[in-house]
């Protein structure tokens, strides 16, 4: 095979001593000697060191424990959404992300970049040493291109404004060689045709199996045509968009990529050996990290905080259909056990507090009159919910139709999630305890799993987007899809002459989906929520995120243009190299 030298300024274990997050700065206690790559084994070392840094505890600034990349990553892109709940403020880096007061100076902000660009400069050091026309180093040289088109992904989509807004904003340094010294922020446009050159080349090189067999920690061609379609969905690029998964897909029935319904409740606990899963950061036993895990926000099970809880939106969104494996399979109430019967008022049922942090009265203790009719008492007032039909014949389930609760208090419509009684979080505030397990269980640990990075539950949806976008009823084709693996019955499926009531918790009274689009949104939010796309997903779509539900963050509306849905650039960063700062910071 044809080899060059290739200076590892990187290196498994020993590269992850660092002191500063300058791109071309390399501090004097990380492995510096020049090692010459004679064959394909050296390649493999590198890219097997390049997934590990994205799980491993990094030094940054003083900071180790907890402190690595998956765990930032996913905390960065789902916290500041409107699935998620901090139940009390924290003093750990997370709170700011879901404050939107994060500042250059943060762990989770510096090591995100810092690891980010150390994967793209050891993805350039493979792909500047392998010779592509040797068949031995195609997939090598394959996954190469993917980490670089993911990383740069990753930087972009966090650090810069989403392509919908404009090609030619600041993006992030694009860095494809490994001598390049220019620091300088290439444009949103200039990063992501990369991104799309890196991701093609890379679907080209690799063949449909992993090179670790079974193990979706190593990326294969259809990873990458799966990535690729989320980047031209983000391009609204729709037709390419159709095309990639279309190509990843390859006459294949789309049905036939997912996990199981019989097993979908298992899956993220298995994910690492899913057929479904397209690349997940993959985790062993030994990379248990306990209280510092992704899961220990969202689980207390043994050590785990369980203070990051599913939103009431979020659960309203999943009570239309109560069966859902997702909601089912994945959301874990902590009941208190007896027979009381609650009420949890689920969008503004009060004025907020001054400091807007969380609803006066979140929780009631129903009366039941036999029949299903519930009330509550207070202060001498009797409030009767009122129930509301919103899907379902009496066909779908012998229990019947599906209905809604809504209560009219201090003059507002309130739409109430009723729900045996629910231990309450212990952090001085009366918001119910609701876990989540996507990130839990893998070989029994509740703190353990492989982080998905993209499957084919989000590919399929990648599809149904684009068509949305087109007007093409197509969608709700591959939305049936997923819907239909959910357990969603079939009076739940859409068609169009069919697309039935939904419920907004902003504006609870029931209507009929008016647009492609908003049926998609939905069932993105159900299917991929906690995964790290419903940040982008409204933004990019030029949406607003209604944060007016019970928790730590602010009552408000973030509108789309707010400066601070990009993070900061790093302090050690931009004080060093001298690129530009993000506007707000």
């Not at 071309?24 to 590198?46: C, H, M, N, R």
């Not at 600034?61 to 930032?72: I, K």
């Not at 969008?347 to 299903?372: F, K, M, Q, S, W």
């Not at 693996?485 to 499926?493: C, E, H, M, V």
Request: hydrophobic content about 35%.
């Amino acid at each position: 095979m044809k080899t060059k030298a290739l200076y590892l300024t990187v290196a498994l274990g020993a590269m992850l001593g660092f002191s500063s997050c300058n791109l071309d700065t390399f501090p004097s206690d990380e492995l510096q000697s020049e090692v010459l790559l004679q064959d394909v084994k050296g390649a493999e070392y590198i890219m097997n060191g390049c997934y590990a840094v994205l799980k491993d505890e990094v030094d940054f600034l003083g900071y180790a424990s907890g402190n690595c990349y998956v765990r930032h990553y996913f905390q960065l892109a789902e916290f500041p959404a409107d699935n998620t709940c901090l139940c009390a403020a924290t003093t750990d880096a997370l709170n700011d992300a879901a404050l939107y007061t994060c500042n250059d100076g943060l762990k989770n902000v510096g090591t995100i970049w810092m690891v980010g660009y150390k994967a793209i400069y050891m993805a350039n050091s493979v792909i500047e040493v392998l010779d592509e026309t040797n068949a031995e180093n195609k997939q090598l040289l394959g996954e190469a291109y993917f980490m670089r088109g993911l990383m740069h992904l990753h930087m972009v989509t966090l650090f810069a404004k989403p392509y919908s807004m404009g090609r030619d904003n600041m993006g992030v340094p694009l860095k494809t060689s490994t001598t390049s010294e220019t620091q300088v922020r290439n444009s949103v446009g200039e990063v992501y045709d990369q991104i799309v050159a890196d991701l093609r080349k890379a679907a080209d090189l690799m063949s449909s199996k992993p090179r670790v067999a079974g193990n979706a920690g190593y990326p294969c061609k259809e990873a990458a045509l799966g990535v690729l379609s989320r980047v031209y969905l983000y391009m609204e690029d729709y037709d390419n968009c159709i095309a990639a998964v279309d190509e990843a897909l390859n006459g294949a029935a789309p049905e036939s990529k997912l996990e199981p319904a019989a097993t979908f409740a298992d899956y993220f606990k298995n994910a690492k050996e899913s057929n479904e899963t397209l690349f997940c950061i993959a985790h062993e036993t030994t990379d248990d990290r306990g209280q510092s895990s992704i899961g220990s926000m969202y689980l207390k099970d043994g050590i785990g905080w369980g203070e990051i809880f599913p939103s009431n939106p979020l659960i309203y969104l999943y009570q239309r259909y109560p069966m859902d494996i997702r909601y089912t399979g994945f959301i874990k109430p902590n009941y208190k056990g007896g027979t009381r019967i609650c009420g949890y008022f689920v969008n503004p049922a009060t004025i907020p507090n001054p400091e807007g942090t969380e609803c006066h009265r979140p929780v009631a203790v129903l009366t039941d009159d036999g029949a299903g009719n519930y009330s509550f008492k207070e202060d001498g007032v009797t409030y009767n919910l009122e129930k509301r039909k919103i899907n379902g014949d009496g066909k779908a389930d012998p229990s019947g139709e599906y209905y809604e609760y809504h209560v009219n208090y201090g003059g507002t419509d309130c739409a109430v999630l009723v729900s045996p009684e629910i231990k309450l979080n212990e952090k001085g505030t009366s918001y119910p305890s609701i876990y989540m397990t996507k990130f839990s269980y893998q070989d029994g640990n509740p703190m353990l799993s492989s982080p998905v990075l993209c499957r084919w539950g989000e590919v399929i949806l990648n599809r149904a987007e684009a068509y949305a976008h087109k007007g093409d009823m197509k969608a709700l084709d591959d939305v049936n899809v997923i819907r239909k693996r959910a357990g969603i019955p079939d009076d739940g499926l859409f068609s169009a002459s069919n697309m039935h009531g939904y419920v907004d918790a902003t504006d609870p009274e029931i209507g009929t989906y008016t647009a492609l689009e908003k049926i998609v949104y939905d069932e993105r939010r159900l299917e991929l929520c906690f995964e790290g796309h419903r940040m982008f997903d409204v933004y990019r779509n030029k949406l607003n995120m209604d944060r007016r539900f019970p928790g730590a963050q602010q009552w408000k509306i973030v509108p789309y243009t707010e400066p601070h849905i990009q993070y900061p650039i790093p302090n050690c960063e931009w004080t060093v190299s001298g690129i530009q700062q993000n506007p707000g910071y």
